[in-house]
């Protein structure tokens, strides 16, 4: 159980440290407050990422290994939140 605790915390900075990056260099005028955070949430039913607006919370399903990968879904994620827009209608 500890090495399951530790895995996800390593993961949560990680995913923090990469959205705390995407956010300062690719959307500086975005959540200039700062009230947005980032987590690894585990099951999105089937989705990788996921921009919960209501707790202004990006979401991610699990920490990609590539960083490309992983900077690439916190961007699309960001870009919902920045934009309030979605893949379908409303």
Not at 38 to 56: E, I, M, P, Q, S
Not at 61 to 68: C, K, R, V
Request: proline letters at 1%; glycine letters at 4%.
């Amino acid at each position: 159980m500890v090495h399951r605790l530790s895995e996800v915390t390593m993961n949560n900075h990680r995913l923090r440290e990469a959205f705390d990056l995407a956010r300062q260099v690719l959307f500086p005028r975005w959540d200039r407050k700062r009230l947005w955070r980032a987590r690894v949430a585990g099951n999105l039913n089937g989705a990788v990422g996921y921009c919960d607006f209501t707790h202004k919370l990006i979401k991610a399903a699990s920490i990609l290994e590539n960083n490309d990968e992983l900077a690439a879904l916190l961007i699309h994620e960001i870009a919902h939140a920045a934009t309030a827009s979605y893949h379908t209608r409303r």
